[in-house]
């Protein structure tokens, strides 16, 4: 045991720094199992923790992953809320013996920090002798800017360390996989850790495993154990992804957006403002994605390594190939681990003759850029070229959409050249220095971001919503509900209140913020309104209430929402049947949305000649509704209506028209969960439409469908 932690002390103090470098940017608070208010208080963290939460609620079933608490009545995996299924499965097992409130995320990054340093550690000895320069070296991959900055904003993917675990096995490729076996183990185990941490980590390792591969068949010239070690990976891969659910319930991984969310060829030297010295780069907005900074002191020192490099080159030329001279015979003398710590070999592998790892190396890094640039290569705002992508590969590519990512393995990459490529070239006291000089560069560098983190995470924080008052709160009392059904589609800021409120009392809540969730949600929510449930809450926007007249239900008005139940609620005053905030949906002209051909301007919408305005994919029962629209040069232009994008169009009954006014009645034989009034002008003198209000009315609703089963 002691000769195990001599040989290790490296990896173990590299470790330690990484958990103590993770105390000093996050503090201690984030550790506290029972703090969620700085979760909850996050964007993406807050759906990570929920996700986990609705998980941790709802029966275990099969595959093991699937919850229908989140997206009711679709079940979904754990996958797609990036709660780190690996940490929630295995604290669902625990859940009985945990308090209620419960978060491992700050854990995960503690674990994250930590597992960085020791693996980035092992790597860099295979080349460094000192210790020093090992910890110093290690320093680097725990504070790169891609760990940092996404850590506790989406913190699943803050765990690089599977990537260094990738280049781990690469770097050891004669040293470890002798024997086939252990190839094959060990790329079965990074396979599950990856699908159980997050989806992208599986092609990132690929694309490594590949250069493994390739690396394997330069030096043994055997062609089975690649194909045994690819295929171990995939195989666990797609297990584990069956096991959790991620090819079950109402997923598509198609997204059409692939080249929005990727890499930039400026982007290693694009700080995005996160840096201290370097300013942001011209970019495509998304492409946020594809950060993949260095920093200056990672810019210094493969500079000082390059200049090494050649400078011995230079010397070589000069002097001729120095003789190559014969071991010494092996002393009595016992080799210290001080002079060569945590090895798996007698003395730190040499770079030269390596030219299959730097070939491997670079084939890696290609494979990697190409997947990042996307089908679409930019530098700045500038787009290069475009090139044709097979169907079939784009399918596959497009459900990694943030293509972005995969930069990340050619900084690694970059990372380990820059602190090891020059160390027979360089005295290793020199190099230590150089390190220690380019880290205190790098730190200052990412300073900025280092004070950010350190600002939103150290203190306490206490979530508090301005727009949802306590009344929210007391409807839990009324034990009777169990769902929470909301409409329409809600932005995720205001959604997660909402989310918060059904998961912590274990209801189920039909709207989540999922990544690669394909549910036509409003649509299943029309059977649940036509058929209300008394243990079902029922939640509208106040300007979207065109279901709200159904005289089954008491409706009440709470912060801006109307929300209505088949039984009173408790310590609320319900509205009457004829209050003017029920049974309407009212279109509000901003932000140019749904608009073709014109503008909107201080909620006035400005139709050009032949321009439409279209909308407002209202849910409407089947039932009679009378639309007003008020403006300015109406007369004499196009109306229509219709649902599911004109496929179907419902007759103008009673159409009047005047230039400031027009009004109209339809009659939908079906309930619609996308009704639209489109204002086309087509007025003969070609004048500028202005639309100042656009608004359909409940008249009566079709005779209510019988109440399902409870």
């Known amino acids: 045991m002691g000769k195990a932690v001599r040989q290790n002390r490296a990896v173990i103090l590299s470790a330690a720094l990484g958990g103590l470098l993770f105390l000093c940017i996050y503090g201690i608070h984030v550790l506290d199992p029972g703090y969620d208010d700085w979760l909850i208080s996050g964007g993406d963290r807050a759906q990570h923790y929920l996700g986990w939460v609705g998980y941790r609620n709802a029966p275990w079933g099969l595959p093991l992953g699937m919850t229908p608490n989140l997206v009711y009545p679709y079940p979904v995996s754990i996958i797609f809320t990036d709660s780190i299924p690996l940490m929630a499965i295995f604290f669902k097992l625990l859940s009985p013996l945990l308090p209620d409130v419960f978060q491992y995320f700050g854990l995960w990054g503690l674990l994250c920090f930590a597992l960085n340093g020791a693996v980035s550690a092992k790597i860099l000895l295979r080349y460094l002798k000192s210790e020093a320069a090992v910890l110093l070296g290690s320093a680097f991959f725990i504070l790169s800017f891609q760990v940092i900055s996404r850590l506790f904003v989406h913190t699943s993917l803050a765990s690089h360390w599977l990537i260094l675990l990738a280049v781990l096995a690469f770097i050891y490729h004669d040293a470890w996989f002798e024997r086939t076996k252990n190839g094959v183990l060990y790329w079965a185990g990074l396979a599950f850790l990856c699908s159980t941490i997050h989806l992208y980590f599986i092609p990132m390792c690929g694309i490594i495993l590949l250069g493994f591969c390739l690396l394997d068949f330069l030096k043994t010239k055997k062609i089975g154990r690649p194909l045994l070690f690819t295929g171990s990976y995939i195989a666990v891969a797609f297990v584990v992804l069956l096991l959790l659910g991620g090819f079950t319930g109402e997923i ?331 049974g309407r949906c009212r279109s509000v002209f901003l932000d140019n949305a749904n608009l073709a051909g014109g503008y909107d301007e201080s909620g006035v919408r400005h139709l050009e000649p032949d321009g439409a305005s279209y909308g407002p994919y209202a849910y409407a029962p089947a039932g009679d509704y009378r639309v007003t629209i008020h403006g300015e040069n109406l007369a004499g232009n196009t109306f229509l209506s219709y649902s599911d994008g004109g496929a179907i169009r419902y007759e103008l009954l009673r159409l009047q028209e005047s230039p400031a006014e027009v009004t109209f009645e339809i009659h939908l034989p079906d309930g619609v969960s996308n009704l639209e009034i489109e204002i086309h002008n087509t007025n003969p003198g070609q004048a500028e439409v202005l639309l100042t209000e656009l608004l359909i009315e409940t008249l009566s609703l079709a005779a209510s469908a019988p109440e399902a089963e409870p």
């Open 252 to 582: 598509s991984y198609l997204t059409s957006t692939l080249g929005d969310f990727s890499f930039n060829l400026n982007g290693f030297f694009d700080s995005m403002d996160t840096g201290f010295f370097l300013p942001a780069l011209p970019s495509f907005p998304d492409q946020y994605e594809g950060y993949a900074y260095l920093g200056v002191g990672m810019f210094t020192l493969l500079a000082l390594t390059l200049l090494n490099l050649f400078r011995a080159l230079i010397r070589r030329r000069a002097h001729g190939p120095q003789p190559v001279t014969a071991p010494k015979a092996p002393t009595a003398q016992p080799v210290s681990a001080r002079d060569y710590p945590a090895q798996d070999s007698p003395a730190p592998a040499s770079l030269h003759g390596q030219a299959p790892l730097f070939l491997c190396s670079g084939l890696i890094c290609l494979a990697a850029l190409i997947v990042a640039a996307s089908f679409r290569v930019t530098w700045g705002q500038h787009i290069l070229f475009e090139y044709h992508v097979p169907q079939v590969l784009l399918k596959i590519w497009d459900a990694f959409r943030s293509s972005g990512r995969f930069a990340w393995i050619c900084v690694y990459f970059l990372f380990l050249f820059a602190i090891c490529a020059d160390v027979r070239v360089c005295p290793r006291r020199v190099k230590t220095l150089l390190l220690a000089l380019c880290l205190s560069l790098q730190l200052v560098d990412i300073s900025p971001l280092l004070l950010e983190r350190h600002g939103w995470f150290s203190s306490v924080l206490t979530f508090e919503n301005p727009a949802f008052s306590g009344q929210w709160d007391s409807l839990p009392q009324n034990s009777r509900l169990r769902h929470l059904l909301i409409y329409p589609q809600l932005s995720w800021d205001n959604l997660k209140s909402f989310a918060e409120l059904a998961l912590k009392n274990d209801w189920t809540i039909n709207q989540f913020y999922m990544a690669r969730v394909d549910a036509d949600i409003r649509s299943e929510s029309l059977t649940h309104f036509l058929r209300p449930q008394e243990d079902t809450l029922y939640v509208w926007e106040a300007g979207s209430t065109l279901a709200c007249a159904d005289p089954r239900l008491y409706y009440y008005a709470i912060d801006g929402y109307i929300a209505g139940s088949m039984t009173p609620l408790a310590g609320l005053t319900a509205l009457s049947p004829d209050d003017e905030r029920l």
